[in-house]
Structure formats: structure tokens, C-alpha cells
């Protein structure tokens, strides 16, 4: 379709047909200059159904993603900090308790690439089915695997091959978040829609940290986790493909670029000319993409080895958990009073915002470093509280700003979220290695894997200065918004120039 079609008037569609997927009805009007300069972005087979519209049962699928990613979510963390309790229980070692989580991470790296081509092939909804049947198998194989007739290694092959099949869950409702809030929110509530799907993931992890210790048995532990999915797994039904009529420009884009066409604009390739990327956005996502890593990669290293951590200085499980559980949840309470300010009053400022929040974050888990000895519970509650706010506050705002980077949402996310992932498994395998011996003082002490996390997280964090983070898809939204107010403007004042010249036609 031309560049003139850009700009329409909609007209109603015929028997059987959604406004939101055909265009071929509309009658072209004259572009403005503001539809020019997103169509140049975005591409001539970018089309415009005005008006936009909001519906209400956008908030159903943001509240089934929420709840499937929370249950996903749970299992990572789940065996950390009743790490002890399972050799225990099992005669697994500390290695093999880690892998528990770590295989996730595993799984999760080429679940994450596929998903942007499985949704462009099936679309939002089959993709989230999917992971969600997904999600049930693995709760009760994982569950198969705490039979007391098993050997320790048919155990142990049940609940790891449980874990693996539910990384396959978790990157959908994540990478799909930003996507399914483009299609469904507007200009004032994608951050906020984008924020409730994402902090799903720390407060599954929350969640995994608290209720997986309340139970002395770990079996039983690991039958809560099933009964739980079982109960939330129906929510799926209410998640829609996309609605009627989008909410936005960006929104109308349909299919959305391919995860290909990001990874050629990224490192500089020939590509679509509504995926080209500048170099500036091009040096911005790379920055973006290294601390959201980062970032990601101290918080799930710290889920995964908190009692290792903690113990040798003579904290609990239960007080690992629960510093864990602080971190998270202190930076969800953060992350849900200020995505709507990012929405209506910041909006403009995501870079701005990642540039003075980074630096006190990396400072934070380096502090760590002299903070983890016995008899601080205090300080480092505090210490994980800061990095909880920080952080998680920031999880939307990085996954916003990737899609601004980009103006590819499932493709940018299915990247922040797979260098996340392998930078955990890198950080996870690093600090397994630097355990101290029995011998050491104390015994089996961490304190080298903590000076590790700190430093590379505190280096990584610097990177920011270097941002600049163009909001290069609001932008377009906002031109597009404008010129078509414009265009309105401008044909309600011929209608009334007609209207006079008939009524001087009539009184002569």
C-alpha cells in the first residue's frame, strides 16, 4: 500500500471482516507531514485505522499473563533456598540442587529465540496456549519424580526433565509481554500493562522463595507447587489474539517485523526499511541489553544460591528466603507506584531514568561484598531492598525502551530476555567454581562468588553514561496522533466553509 494511504478515514467493515485486520476499505486522504515521517520508519505497508479504541477486556489477558508467569516463575527459585532439605531428602548433591535451576535457565535460551517466530506463525493466543499446557506437564512430571520407590537418579531425571519443560513457559508470557501491550494499551498504559506482565517473574520468584521452605517435607513442598498450577492454568482461556480495532499506530501493525529482520538491523545488516535501526539506536540496545543482563543475572543468581551464600555465616534458610523474598518484593511495591508515572508524566525520560537508577543498583550489590559476614541481618536487608527497588523498577522501563530502540517488541524482549538467561547460567557456573573448600574460614563460604557478582555488576552498571535512549516508536505514535487531529481539524473546517458558502448560496 502507498504512503497516501497512511492516513484514513475508516470505513465500516463488511459482513464477517474486523476493522483491525482490513485495511482495503479505507478511503485514502491526503498524508501530513507527521504520517510521512513514520511511514519512512515504519515502512509503506504500514496502515493507520483511525479512530483508535481501548476495550476492556484488555485488562483479562493482562491478568491470566500475569498469573501463568507467576506460577512459571516459581519453579526456578523454588529449590534455593531448601537447597539443604533436598540433599537431604533426595542424596542429591549441592551441584546437582543447582542444576535443579540452572537447567532452566538452559532450556529457557532457545525457547526464547523460538518464541518470536512460533507467535508470528500462530499468533499470541496459540503461543500462550502452548506454554501453558506446557506449564501444567511439567508441575505433575516434576511432581512423578518424588516417588520414594524411585532411585535417587530415576529422582532426580523426573524433576529435572520438570524443570526443563517449564522454562518452556516462561519465556512466552515474558517476551510477549511488551507485545501483547502494544496490541492491547494505548500511549498512557503500555509501560503500566508491560510492568504487571513482567514483575510477574520476581513475584513468582518471590513467591517460590517463601512457600517452598514452609514445608519440612521437600516432597510435600514439591506438591504444592503442582496443585497450585493446576488451580491457575484456566486463566489461559482469557487471553484474545488482538482486538477489534487497535489503540494505536504501532498497535496497527500487522504481522508485527520478524525477529530476523531485528537481528540483521541490529548488527548493521541489509533490512527491511521499517526494521532499520541507527547506528546510535544500534550502540543504545547493546548498552541495553549488557545491564538489563547484568541485572538480571545478580538477582537470579542471587534466588538460586541464597543459602549458599548466607549459611556459612549462620543465617537460615528460611532468613535467605526471606531477604530474597524482601529484594523482590520491595522492587514490585516500586515497580507498580511508578509505571503509571512513566506512563502519563515521565514519558519521555526512560534513558534518563536507567542512567541515574544503574549506578546506585551496580554500588549496591558491590557493597555485598563487605556486607555478607555474620550478625548484619540488618544491613543487608537494607542492601537487598535497594537493589529490589532499583532493579525490578526498572524491568519494564528496560523492556519498553528496548521496543523504542527497535519498534519490534517480542524480538527486543526475546533478546533482553535470552542474554539475561545465559548470563545467569555463566554467573551460576562461575560462583559454583569459587566456592570455598571445607577447610576455608568459613567452611564452604561464597565470599569470592560475592566479590565476583559485585564487581561485574558494578562495572557493567557504568555503561549507562553511554546512553542515549531515543523514544523512537512514542515518537512516531505521538506524530501520527497529531497529524490525524490535524487532518480532523482541517476537514471539520471545510465542512463548515461548505456549509457557509450553501447557506450564502441560498439566501441569494
Same mark, same amino acid.
Given at each position: 500500500?502507498?504512503?497516501?494511504?497512511?492516513?484514513?478515514?475508516?470505513?465500516?467493515?463488511?459482513? /464477517?471482516?474486523?476493522?483491525?485486520?482490513?485495511?482495503? %476499505?479505507?478511503?485514502?486522504?491526503?498524508?501530513?507531514?507527521?504520517?510521512?515521517?513514520?511511514?519512512?520508519?515504519?515502512?509503506?505497508?504500514?496502515?493507520?485505522?483511525?479512530?483508535?479504541?481501548?476495550?476492556?477486556?484488555?485488562?483479562?489477558?493482562?491478568?491470566?499473563?500475569?498469573?501463568?508467569?507467576?506460577?512459571?516463575?516459581?519453579?526456578?527459585?523454588?529449590?534455593?533456598?531448601?537447597?539443604?532439605?533436598?540433599?537431604?531428602?533426595?542424596?542429591?548433591?549441592?551441584?546437582?540442587?543447582?542444576?535443579?535451576?540452572?537447567?532452566?535457565?538452559?532450556?529457557?535460551?532457545?525457547?526464547?529465540?523460538?518464541?518470536?517466530?512460533?507467535?508470528?506463525?500462530?499468533?499470541?493466543?496459540?503461543?500462550?496456549?502452548?506454554?501453558?499446557?506446557?506449564?501444567?506437564?511439567?508441575?505433575?512430571?516434576?511432581?512423578? /519424580?518424588?516417588?520414594?520407590?524411585?532411585?535417587?537418579?530415576?529422582?532426580?531425571?523426573?524433576?529435572?526433565?520438570?524443570?526443563?519443560?517449564?522454562?518452556?513457559?516462561?519465556?512466552?508470557?515474558?517476551?510477549?509481554?511488551?507485545?501483547?501491550?502494544?496490541?492491547?494499551?494505548?500511549?498512557?498504559? $503500555?509501560?503500566?500493562?508491560?510492568?504487571?506482565?513482567?514483575?510477574?517473574?520476581?513475584?513468582?520468584?518471590?513467591?517460590? %522463595?517463601?512457600?517452598?521452605?514452609?514445608?519440612?517435607?521437600?516432597?510435600?513442598?514439591?506438591?504444592?507447587?503442582?496443585?497450585?498450577?493446576?488451580?491457575?492454568?484456566?486463566?489461559?482461556?482469557?487471553?484474545?489474539?488482538?482486538?477489534?480495532?487497535?489503540?494505536?499506530?504501532?498497535?496497527?501493525?500487522?504481522?508485527?517485523?520478524?525477529?530476523?529482520?531485528?537481528?540483521?538491523?541490529?548488527?548493521? !545488516?541489509?533490512?527491511?526499511?521499517?526494521?532499520?535501526?541507527?547506528?546510535?539506536?544500534?550502540?543504545?540496545?547493546?548498552? !541495553?541489553?549488557?545491564?538489563?543482563?547484568?541485572?538480571?543475572?545478580?538477582?537470579?543468581?542471587?534466588?538460586?544460591?541464597?543459602?549458599?551464600?548466607?549459611?556459612?555465616?549462620?543465617?537460615?534458610?528460611?532468613?535467605?528466603?526471606?531477604?530474597?523474598?524482601?529484594?523482590?518484593?520491595?522492587?514490585?511495591?516500586?515497580?507498580?507506584?511508578?509505571?503509571?508515572?512513566?506512563? $502519563?508524566?515521565?514519558?519521555?525520560?526512560?534513558?534518563?531514568?536507567? $542512567?541515574? !537508577?544503574?549506578?546506585?543498583?551496580?554500588?549496591?550489590?558491590?557493597?555485598?561484598?563487605?556486607?555478607?559476614?555474620?550478625?548484619?541481618?540488618?544491613?543487608?536487608?537494607?542492601?537487598?531492598?535497594?537493589?529490589?527497588?532499583?532493579?525490578?523498577?526498572? !524491568?519494564?522501563?528496560?523492556?519498553?525502551?528496548?521496543?523504542?530502540?527497535?519498534?519490534?517488541?517480542?524480538?527486543?524482549?526475546?533478546?533482553?530476555?535470552?542474554?539475561?538467561?545465559?548470563?545467569?547460567?555463566?554467573?551460576?557456573?562461575?560462583?559454583?567454581?569459587?566456592?570455598?573448600?571445607?577447610?576455608?574460614?568459613?567452611?564452604?563460604?561464597?565470599?569470592?562468588?560475592?566479590?565476583?557478582?559485585?564487581?561485574?555488576?558494578?562495572?557493567?552498571?557504568?555503561?549507562?553514561?553511554?546512553?542515549?535512549?531515543?523514544?523512537?516508536?512514542?515518537?512516531?505514535?505521538?506524530?501520527?496522533?497529531?497529524?490525524?487531529?490535524? %487532518? %480532523?481539524?482541517?476537514?471539520?473546517?471545510?465542512?463548515?466553509?461548505?456549509?457557509?458558502?450553501?447557506?450564502?448560496?441560498?439566501?441569494?
Amino acid at each position: 500500500m502507498s504512503k497516501l494511504a497512511l492516513e484514513t478515514e475508516v470505513v465500516p467493515p463488511g459482513p /464477517g471482516k474486523s476493522s483491525f485486520s482490513d485495511h482495503s %476499505q479505507a478511503k485514502v486522504l491526503s498524508p501530513s507531514p507527521a504520517s510521512e515521517l513514520a511511514v519512512s520508519a515504519l515502512g509503506t505497508d504500514a496502515t493507520a485505522t483511525v479512530p483508535y479504541r481501548l476495550y476492556k477486556r484488555r485488562w483479562l489477558g493482562v491478568i491470566a499473563m500475569f498469573a501463568l508467569e507467576v506460577v512459571g516463575s516459581a519453579s526456578w527459585p523454588w529449590f534455593g533456598p531448601i537447597s539443604n532439605n533436598v540433599v537431604r531428602d533426595f542424596g542429591f548433591s549441592l551441584g546437582q540442587v543447582n542444576w535443579l535451576g540452572n537447567i532452566i535457565a538452559c532450556a529457557y535460551l532457545p525457547t526464547a529465540i523460538l518464541t518470536p517466530m512460533v507467535t508470528k506463525r500462530y499468533g499470541v493466543k496459540r503461543t500462550c496456549d502452548i506454554a501453558t499446557a506446557t506449564l501444567l506437564l511439567s508441575a505433575w512430571i516434576r511432581y512423578a /519424580g518424588t516417588a520414594q520407590s524411585l532411585p535417587k537418579g530415576g529422582a532426580y531425571a523426573f524433576l529435572i526433565i520438570g524443570q526443563a519443560l517449564s522454562a518452556i513457559s516462561q519465556p512466552a508470557y515474558q517476551i510477549l509481554a511488551p507485545k501483547y501491550s502494544e496490541r492491547w494499551f494505548d500511549l498512557k498504559g $503500555r509501560t503500566t500493562a508491560t510492568m504487571i506482565i513482567s514483575i510477574a517473574n520476581p513475584i513468582g520468584g518471590a513467591l517460590g %522463595q517463601l512457600i517452598s521452605p514452609m514445608f519440612s517435607d521437600t516432597r510435600k513442598s514439591i506438591l504444592a507447587l503442582a496443585i497450585i498450577t493446576t488451580v491457575v492454568v484456566p486463566v489461559d482461556l482469557l487471553i484474545f489474539e488482538a482486538p477489534p480495532t487497535p489503540p494505536s499506530f504501532s498497535g496497527s501493525r500487522i504481522p508485527s517485523p520478524s525477529f530476523v529482520s531485528l537481528i540483521r538491523a541490529a548488527t548493521g !545488516l541489509k533490512c527491511p526499511p521499517n526494521t532499520y535501526m541507527t547506528l546510535r539506536e544500534r550502540f543504545d540496545f547493546a548498552i !541495553l541489553v549488557s545491564v538489563f543482563s547484568a541485572l538480571l543475572a545478580g538477582i537470579n543468581t542471587f534466588g538460586i544460591l541464597s543459602a549458599q551464600w548466607l549459611s556459612p555465616y549462620g543465617y537460615s534458610d528460611n532468613t535467605s528466603g526471606f531477604m530474597g523474598a524482601a529484594l523482590l518484593l520491595a522492587g514490585i511495591l516500586a515497580a507498580i507506584a511508578t509505571s503509571p508515572v512513566f506512563d $502519563r508524566i515521565l514519558t519521555h525520560h526512560l534513558g534518563i531514568t536507567v $542512567r541515574i !537508577l544503574c549506578p546506585i543498583i551496580g554500588t549496591a550489590w558491590l557493597t555485598l561484598i563487605w556486607a555478607v559476614r555474620p550478625h548484619n541481618t540488618v544491613a543487608l536487608y537494607a542492601i537487598f531492598v535497594i537493589i529490589g527497588i532499583g532493579s525490578i523498577m526498572l !524491568l519494564p522501563v528496560g523492556i519498553e525502551l528496548g521496543v523504542e530502540l527497535t519498534r519490534n517488541p517480542d524480538g527486543s524482549s526475546a533478546l533482553l530476555w535470552f542474554f539475561g538467561n545465559l548470563l545467569s547460567i555463566i554467573f551460576i557456573l562461575v560462583q559454583n567454581a569459587l566456592r570455598d573448600s571445607d577447610a576455608a574460614n568459613p567452611p564452604l563460604n561464597m565470599h569470592r562468588a560475592i566479590l565476583f557478582n559485585g564487581i561485574v555488576v558494578f562495572i557493567v552498571c557504568l555503561l549507562v553514561f553511554f546512553l542515549d535512549g531515543k523514544q523512537a516508536r512514542r515518537e512516531m505514535d505521538e506524530q501520527m496522533n497529531e497529524g490525524y487531529r490535524a %487532518q %480532523q481539524n482541517m476537514d471539520m473546517g471545510e465542512m463548515v466553509t461548505s456549509q457557509d458558502s450553501a447557506m450564502k448560496i441560498d439566501t441569494t
